[in-house]
């Protein structure tokens, strides 16, 4: 359970959309553009609400598409706003062009992203096929782990996206994060603001004493360059991921990385994931280590840019791992955590018996039951008793 | 033979693709043009329905000693060619005329 940290902080009680729209109303954009749809809606129509009842100055668009929302964020931050939007599932999937235009330009649009499954078949329920099928957009991608981490990340992707001129999207699982009642430590509105400070654009279309032309055709001659120029970004947005998270610890005094470890110092068996499963995942260690299973568990925060030496480093030293995606990409290989995690573990020359399993598809439930058997399967692998899989592996699914 | 444009590296580009505004002046798209708009100055009534018309803002005009608009003549280094301003010109004037470019 969340305690008190800040001196001046105030626990309440909050859902995960529920804190997202109160992140938002404390960094209080220029504009914010949405539509809703399940299960963000919340998020937009408290700060809706916000708007109306006068708590926040921002001016709030309501468009007619997801497509409109990313258009209308984007033109408000190409003209030099501070400019936010949020989303889910098939939202994010009909803003597709726009991520990636939002990211070509470098425009630091922060989204509160909840992970739902995409159809077909229609599905309202958590899990992260939307923002993972967005990986390669070019956005800084932070995903939380609970209510807290959603609010604490809200206001670090600000400062992250504007000294990155990245688009960043900050994710929670759907309904397990979004709509539960948790316990957060809130900041006051005026320290939150003075965090995130007041952003000062560069160049912005509105100041037309120095006018300018963006998003000019560029063909074989120029589009490489500005395309690399977004890859080195994100390379370059490592170090400023890390030092907003030094800045937010000294200020707040919640500890931030790229992702957090839990009982990795002595781990002979880990398991990696994003989200709330983590929370799962810590609980099963705990029962395990009483048992005498050395389990340990990275969990991502920041999955673009991807972590990927340090997270070599960390896992070198187990002697099995499992990655627990809940996403599928269709691939015919395996999931994109793990593809991510082995080719880490692969360029470092780290080579680990490991498996991938994927799970929770649609909000199919996760049990502490499921982690142990992986635990207890990559026990035995550690042990040569079994040899890892070498196809992914499903999680609480009728095959047969 | 023409001179090689020099081209930018990604650390000498903005970020983004932000280009400076009126980059288009550096380019001399004139060449394009296989048909050239004459513009017969006595005929010319000075209606500016031309300048109106012209995509390419490549009708010249000026103030003359009364401080009236007037057009002035045609920037070849912009002009396509397109003739545009040859119909628009009034049926009674047509003070415009394109001709086969030459080489």
């Known amino acids: 359970m969340v305690k008190a940290i800040y001196p001046k902080g105030k626990i309440v009680a909050k859902t995960g959309n529920e804190v997202m729209a109160e992140a938002m109303r404390q960094i209080s954009p220029d504009v914010v553009a949405a539509y809703p749809i399940t299960p963000a809606t919340e998020i937009v129509q408290i700060f809706s609400q916000f708007v109306a009842d006068g708590k926040v100055p921002t001016e709030y668009v309501a468009v007619e598409s997801e497509h409109s929302a990313m258009s209308a964020t984007i033109g408000a931050s190409v003209a030099g706003a501070r400019a936010m939007t949020g989303t889910s599932s098939q939202g994010l999937a009909l803003m597709w062009e726009m991520l990636y235009i939002a990211a070509g330009l470098r425009l630091p649009i922060v989204m509160a992203e909840v992970n739902r499954a995409l159809s077909a078949p229609i599905n309202i329920h ?7 099928g967005a990986r390669d957009a070019g956005w800084i991608q932070i995903y939380s782990e609970n209510s807290q981490e959603s609010y604490d990340n809200m206001i670090q992707a600000v400062k992250i996206a504007e000294k990155a001129k990245l688009p960043t999207m900050v ?18 509105d005026e320290d939150v603001k003075a965090f995130v400070g007041e952003y ?10 120095k006018p300018f032309t963006l998003g000019a055709i560029e063909l074989q001659d120029y589009y490489f360059e500005h395309r690399w120029q977004l890859a080195e970004g994100m390379r370059n947005a490592k170090q400023i991921v890390l030092d907003v998270a030094k800045e937010f610890k000294n200020k707040f005094g919640r500890e931030y990385g790229f992702y957090e470890k839990y009982k990795m110092d002595d781990a002979e068996v880990a398991i990696v994931t994003i989200g709330s499963a983590a929370g ?21 925060r920041v999955y673009r840019p991807f972590p990927a030496d340090e997270i070599a480093k960390d896992l070198a030293k187990v002697k099995a791992f499992a990655v627990l995606d809940r996403a599928d990409s269709c691939s015919g290989n395996f999931a994109p955590v793990y593809l991510d995690v082995v080719s ?3 360029a470092n020359g780290i080579n680990i018996k490991s498996e991938n399993y994927v799970y929770g598809l649609g909000g199919r439930e996760i049990s502490t039951e499921h982690i142990a058997e992986v635990y207890t399967k990559l026990d035995k692998i550690a042990k040569n008793q079994v040899a890892p899989s070498k196809t992914v592996e499903y999680i609480n699914v009728r095959i047969k | 033979m023409k001179k090689e444009e020099k081209k930018l590296t990604a650390a000498e580009l903005p970020a983004g693709g932000i280009l400076e505004a009126g980059t288009a002046q550096n380019f001399k798209t004139g060449s394009w043009r296989s048909l050239r708009p004459v513009w017969n100055k006595d005929k010319c009534i000075h209606c500016l329905t031309c300048w109106i018309y012209c995509p390419d803002s490549a009708i010249k005009i000026a103030p003359d000693e009364k401080k ?16 545009i301003c040859a119909r628009e010109c009034p049926d009674k004037i047509k003070a415009i005329t394109m001709e086969e470019e030459k080489k």
């Open chain 2, 68 to 83: 009236t608009t007037v057009v002035t003549g045609i920037d070849y280094d912009f002009c396509k060619g397109c003739g």
């Open chain 1, 126 to 132: 958590g899990d992260q096929s939307d923002t993972m």
């Open chain 1, 171 to 188: 994710t929670t699982d759907g309904f397990i994060i979004s709509h539960c009642m948790e316990v957060v430590e809130v900041y006051p």
């Open chain 1, 200 to 209: 000062k654009p560069e160049r912005a279309l509105l100041d037309y004493k």
């Open chain 1, 280 to 300: 799962t995942t810590k609980f099963v260690i705990d029962e395990l280590r009483e048992k005498g299973i050395k389990a340990g568990l990275i969990k991502i």
């Open chain 1, 344 to 346: 880490a573990l692969f």
